[in-house]
């Protein structure tokens, strides 16, 4: 469905969902552009599994709307639904059918003749890395075997949109290392992508912009870069001293970093404005006569900026049925 440069493939407007008094989405709107990787961020129980059910036509919100290739889902769900491409965190396969099975009724569910779906279905499972394993059943596959399968059958039609629910959780790093360069590459393609995640790695590594959301809010968007210096993040630095330093060396740094007191094994924290202290640090403590044995030096991260914008770990004891 040919779209207008710059046209979001996705979008969603000022969603709302709740559960009777439980408000689990409260004002969510996003958009997603061709080729774009947007991260999709946030606690358990934030509401990102919610959103991507009704990204997908799953469920219906109580208020707002979804647009998907500029159309609203309405009375032409069934047709729209071909334009996207599932892929949810619980194994969506048939245990005892083979991977090569298992895709192709995925293919045929989208319309695909039986002679293109086992086309179609050799050439994912070729970028998946099972071609070899097509016809063993899938209770025979390994974990990370499963998830690529998992991947291979939201792909198989091609879609312009894919919605990823943690595509790679619980993975072997080749597995993941797959997944992701297949992710990638379908962006690369021209497609939308939403990919929701708990590892923070995968998100500064791959996506283009990220959304947090928290208690059913969209409470920050951007890069990682912005949301990262939105936090207020500042480096960290940690010294490493073959005795405890001199009262002396911590009076020259007043009002200039955030200091530690030195602890039993003479290690000594702090928290920078700029990179560029580190050297007025160590010349600090050169002057103080304190010898350094060793120094670390650690930037801010998205793990970082995540615990400062929601005041929590990204996980915690909150369900995630959400």
């Known amino acids: ?32 552009r061709q080729g774009e990787v947007v991260g999709l961020l946030g606690p358990n129980g934030a ?10 036509t799953l469920l219906q919100p109580d208020a707002g709307e979804v647009r998907i290739c500029g159309k609203v889902p309405s009375s032409r769900r069934a ?3 071909c334009h996207l491409g599932l892929v949810p965190q619980s194994l969506a396969l048939y245990p005892s059918l083979t991977a090569l099975q298992n895709v192709e009724l995925f293919a045929r569910l989208h319309g695909m003749g039986r002679s293109e779906a086992r086309a179609e279905s050799m050439r994912v499972l070729g970028e998946v890395g099972l071609s070899d394993r097509a016809r063993d059943p899938v209770a025979k596959l390994s974990g990370g075997m499963k998830r690529r ?13 894919i919605l990823l629910d943690e595509p790679a959780i619980g993975v072997d790093p080749q597995s993941r290392e797959q997944i992701l360069l297949i992710v990638r590459s379908a962006a690369n393609a021209g497609a939308a992508v939403i990919y929701c995640t708990h590892y923070m790695e995968e998100v500064e590594r791959m996506c283009d912009r990220v959304l947090l959301i928290d208690r059913g809010k969209l409470i920050a968007q951007g890069t990682v870069a912005e949301l990262v210096a939105s936090s207020g993040g500042r480096p960290l630095m940690e010294i490493r001293f073959d005795e405890q330093p001199p009262a002396s060396w911590s009076s020259m740094l007043a009002g200039k970093v955030d200091l530690s007191p030195a602890s039993s094994d003479k290690r000594v924290a702090l928290k920078l404005t700029h990179l560029v202290q580190v050297s007025e640090v160590l010349d600090h403590a050169r002057a103080a006569g304190a010898r350094v044995l060793d120094f670390t030096v650690r930037s801010p991260t998205l793990s970082d900026a995540f615990i400062a914008l929601t005041g929590r770990p990204l996980r915690d004891d909150e369900s995630d049925s959400d």
């Open 79 to 81: 047709e729209l639904r």
């Open 149 to 161: 399968l998992n991947l291979s059958c939201g792909l198989v039609h091609r879609p312009d949109v």
């Open 47 to 56: 509401g990102k599994t919610t959103t991507i059910s009704i990204l997908a």
């Open 1 to 32: 469905m040919p779209m207008p440069a710059n046209e979001p493939l996705i979008e969603a407007i000022d969603l709302h969902k709740s559960y009777g008094s439980r408000v689990v989405l409260d004002g969510i709107s996003l958009a997603v």
